[in-house]
């Protein structure tokens, strides 16, 4: 056991973190700026962090729970992604989605996190609309994604699962878009307003007495007796346990090193369209279309009562193992994505993005999370697999249940799982991996 780990990289994000923008301000920040001491401390207050402080308090209301973020509530990757929570599988690395382990097993987990925050909307009082259980759309734009669709829907029949295929029209009548020749709906998906969820889930956890502190980067920790002293710029913490909820900043802390692929994705959103946009438009208020092929673009379209009549667009993904990202990626990828909007809705080019950013997301080769005791009184609930809502709570989940000695579905899923697999040396891994990142946004073409 190493007795002291110190953070080697911070949260590197470019751009707002437009979900968080489009709301209503915040309260000041809270950082910590004394010492004290805790029970347990949480370090990350995203969908990981905070789930993770929920369930101790489920688990044990006495307990002293101390969570530390380095950024606002809701300005880090908590608030950049595009708020799909997916209960059915979504593997990345697959050309379909397909997973390729025990698909009924991780669908009913995906459930049981979507039900854990379900719960949470209704015990905080988080606004329904942060939490809209409308389902999502495999967008096929060519002949190839609609192949994707028909073979995931052949999958999801195997798996006795709920779906309907859309043609051309009611995907049109549905987004405003003649752009798709079909859809793949499930109902099972929440779109979340995801910095409006985790707003509300730290507004509630603080009045369960859970302190939460944010733009309070952990610098260190290090044994102190039979303790732990977490250290922060201006304040420190003495607690017997830690819980690390900080995705693919695990390997910042010394661990898992060479095996995390730090990835970061982009985004752009409109700004309020108006009356006129509106009726040009047309469609549904509400939507969220994922693409057939995982390397293409995310679509979403939100109202007023998530923060506007706009329209969310993802897409482009670049590897950066020192998870330090430049402007011009940024730049990069806003350029794709306002040519992707403009391909999509040509009534209404000339609209110009009011918000671009990018998100982190951290993967493993073989699509393993890292939840687990690290060292002694010290857990991690990371590596999402660019499922952070869904995943993230799980982990969360299970890392909480873990440092409580409590036995769970989640904790015998995830702690059967295999170690991430190592990646190849640098400078290979980025060279060669963005290489075949943009090789995929190509043969992802009009997807």
């Not at 980067?217 to 102190?224: F, G, S, T």
């Not at 830690?242 to 970061?264: A, C, D, P």
Request: net charge neutral; hydrophobic share 40%; glycine share 10%.
């Amino acid at each position: 056991m190493i007795s002291e780990r110190s953070a080697k990289t911070l949260p590197n994000l470019q751009g707002p973190a437009a979900w968080n923008r489009i709301l209503a301000d915040q309260p000041e920040a809270m950082p910590l700026s004394e010492a004290t001491s805790a029970d347990i401390v949480v370090i990350g207050a995203g969908f990981a962090g905070l789930s993770a402080a929920r369930r101790l308090n489920q688990i044990d209301s006495g307990l002293n729970i101390v969570v530390l973020d380095a950024c606002r509530i809701a300005e880090s990757s908590a608030g950049r992604n595009s708020g799909f929570m997916i209960d059915l599988p979504h593997e990345l690395n697959s050309d379909d989605y397909a997973g390729a382990g025990d698909d009924q097993a991780i669908t009913s987990l995906n459930r049981k996190a979507i039900s854990f925050a379900g719960d949470a909307v209704e015990d905080y009082g988080i606004d329904r609309n942060f939490f809209d259980c409308a389902g999502k759309i495999n967008g096929a734009a060519s002949s190839k994604a609609v192949e994707h669709n028909v073979s995931y829907a052949r999958h999801l029949q195997e798996l006795g699962e709920a779906y309907e295929m859309l043609d051309a029209q009611q995907m049109a009548d549905l987004t405003g878009s003649r752009h798709y020749l079909s859809g793949l709906y499930t109902p099972g998906t929440v779109m979340l307003q995801p910095a409006g969820y985790i707003r509300g889930l730290a507004k509630g956890l603080r009045r369960k007495g859970v302190r939460i502190f944010d733009k309070s980067p952990v610098q260190r920790y290090a044994r102190q007796g039979s303790a732990w002293k977490v250290v922060t710029p201006e304040g420190s913490v003495v607690t017997q346990k830690i819980i690390l909820t900080v995705n693919g900043h695990l390997e910042s802390f010394g661990f898992e090193r060479g095996r995390l692929m730090q990835l970061f994705l982009f985004a752009v959103m409109t700004p309020e369209l108006d009356k006129e946009a509106l009726s040009r438009l047309g469609g549904a208020p509400r939507w969220g279309i994922t693409p057939s092929d995982p390397m293409g673009t995310t679509m979403r379209r939100i109202d007023t009562a998530q923060g506007g009549n706009r329209i969310v667009t993802r897409t482009c993904a670049v590897l950066k193992p020192n998870m330090q990202l430049h402007a011009k990626s940024l730049e990069r990828a806003a350029c794709v994505m306002q040519r992707k909007f403009d391909e999509r809705f040509p009534q209404l080019v000339g609209i110009n993005m009011e918000f671009r950013w990018a998100g982190h997301l951290c993967l493993s080769l073989n699509s393993v999370a890292v939840m687990r005791e690290l060292d002694e009184g010290v857990y991690s609930g990371c590596v999402q697999n660019g499922l952070g809502t869904a995943r993230g709570t799980l982990t969360g989940i299970g890392a909480a249940e873990l440092a409580c000695g409590v036995s769970s579905d989640i904790t015998c899923h995830f702690g059967a799982e295999a170690p991430p697999r190592k990646l190849p040396p640098q400078p290979f891994r980025e060279i060669g991996a963005n290489m075949v990142l943009r090789w995929k946004e190509w043969r992802a073409a009009a997807e």
